[in-house]
């Protein structure tokens, strides 16, 4: 589990394309403490690590992440969002992020205002549901806080330290940015489904 704050952006050093991606990325900060086997997000996406070395880790990326996320847009020197997963004693200063991304949107617009940064972006209309005014949303991993939703796009609105710490600063116009919805919103929508399926089975067949 992670909580959507990067604590680092990472630099692509090698991708060797395949059946399985592998992945190396430089980085530092998110090395402290983490050994083979761990979980380290990469713009969003739960990665296992593979294999460190010195200021190193290595990845294998399967087919179906790279399908569905903009994992597969990576080149050597890109640079990506780097978050290690929530430690049991952490503090959960974003929201409950999976690592597993539900669908890739696209940046439509982008505008600053004085120090603020205001996102637009496209996403499956499917995945609307789950998006409300004032509600969380991973974008590349960066736990946000949604301005608008709309019948076809959502807004979030940043401010300069989380432009300046993360990718969202190299971001623009019809660029894709992975997008995890708030994992709570499918969880109310399932109780809501079983409460009519019961609903049904008691006027009906009780």
């Known amino acids: 589990m992670f909580t959507g704050i990067v604590e680092e952006v990472g630099k ?9 991606t592998k992945i ?7 090395l402290d403490g983490v050994k083979v086997g761990d979980s380290i997000a990469v713009n969003g996406v739960c990665l296992t690590v593979t294999n460190i070395d010195k200021d190193l880790f290595s990845s294998d990326i399967m087919y179906e992440t790279i399908k569905t996320s903009n994992l597969g847009s990576l080149k050597t020197g890109s640079i990506v969002n780097l978050e290690r997963a929530l430690s049991i004693s952490g503090r959960l200063n974003g929201h409950i992020v999976t690592g597993h ?18 996102f637009k972006i496209k996403i499956d209309e499917r995945y609307l549901k789950y998006v409300a005014d004032k509600g969380s949303i991973a974008v590349d991993g960066i736990s946000l806080t949604v301005v608008k939703a709309s019948a ?23 660029d894709s940015v992975n997008i995890e919805v708030d ?6 929508e399932r109780l809501l489904m079983k409460k009519n399926d019961d609903k049904f089975l008691i006027e009906n067949y009780l």
């Open 12 to 20: 692509v050093k090698m991708i060797q394309r395949g059946n399985i």
């Open 24 to 30: 190396a990325v430089e980085c530092k900060k998110v």
């Open 101 to 118: 991304v539900d669908t890739v949107g696209t940046i439509i617009d982008k505008n600053k205002i004085n120090d603020t940064t205001t």
């Open 152 to 174: 076809s796009y959502f807004t979030v609105s940043i401010i300069p330290h989380t432009e300046i710490n993360t990718t969202l600063n190299t971001k623009k116009i019809g």
């Open 183 to 188: 994992i709570l919103s499918k969880y109310a």
